[in-house]
């Protein structure tokens, strides 16, 4: 049913020949992004078939499309030769893997081991059709995208620029969903992704895992700040404009920008990643994991906020003052965690160089010496938060992209000193 499917499709398209006779080719292509689009071409000298992987069969990709493409050219070969027997013609592919698959698994078993490559269905689709075929063509890699005036190369850029000009939406090319008929007796179907082969199964259960935590509303904090519910005194200068180095005030730029390049804003923009912690929590990695909960930086977190409090303990100290000291150090505690009693939106947005409101005073009781004293204060906490913030922000991306350690040169000696290395 599956093969008069494609006959009454190449039928029906009859798309631009191949130049040169007695030759097949075939090609792929697929579009990245969220739903990729993956299409397909087999050409012989008599037409051309475009076609595509239905969007249905979320786990296709541009190594399904090429073996596809294979099982397409040899059908049509079949039942329309391109050269009469016992001759064989060449069919040309760039996909070398596919060439070798085939020239060192000529006849795999079902019965075997779970299979290990996501096309092996595929594979044995093709096998069957070319064992069915009087003269199975000859599969041949040429190489790609090649300036050559060949017969094959003229016959690659033709399916190239077939498959790579069928991905438009304004005009959709028939989509086929992968075969089933060739699967294992047993095989995990998930409704979100089709049938899972063993291999793909930890990927499957891991973008389910994902889709959960995403589509979980509690899991991503609420970004919208407040800045009037904080306190308001001015920020001081020196990290900004006469610190030596400018990377706390560089990192504050992009979390202020939300251009941190954590799991969570990848997966967001460029669905290349998981969102979930590369450190293994059960949690999205948006800044806020990052710098109040993830506990790989528990440690940096909590010497930090003994250094700001022992600060804070002497500033109070060193001043004669009616403020609440014991209001004040019961903020500080929470500087770097989540309390709703000190935090005016619940959560610790220090990372964003936020301070806690500080305790009002009253009129009577401000002084010169009081102003001066809250904002030290408050100066103390921010500086001590944008450090922090930079410092585990050095670390996460160390040790997510750490540098290829440098290679030193070889040092060349005279020869009556070379026992020394």
Known sequence: MAESAILAAARLQMGPALLHPHILASDASASGGPQPHVTFVAATPHSSLVLAISPSDRSASSLHGEVFALVIAALLHL?????????????YTDHLNSVRFLQMNSAPSLTSSPPLNPTLPLYYWLLNILRCTPNPPALTYTPAHTSATSPQAQANRLVDHLALSSHSATSPVLSLPLPTFTLPAYVLHV???GYALPFSIPSVLSDLANHSLLSDASARPNSVLFRALYDTHSLPLHPYVHASSAYSALV??????????????RCRRFCDVSPACHFGCDALETPHHLFVECPRFAGVRDETLTAVVRDTSMLLQATETPLPS????????????????????????????MVPPLPAVSAKSETPSTRRLLSRIAALWHSASIRLVARIWGSYKRIVSPFPSPTRPPMS???HLTHLL
């Open 79 to 91: 039942h329309q030769p391109v050269i009469s027997p016992p001759d064989s013609p060449p069919l």
């Open 191 to 193: 409704p979100s992704h």
């Open 326 to 353: 014991d209001a004040i150090l019961h903020i500080v505690r929470s500087l770097f965690i989540d309390n709703p009693a000190v935090w005016p939106q619940a959560l610790s947005h220090y990372f964003y160089g």
């Open 413 to 415: 000696l005279p020869p």
């Open 252 to 265: 504050q730029l992009y979390v202020h920008s939300s251009q941190l390049d954590d799991a969570f804003m």
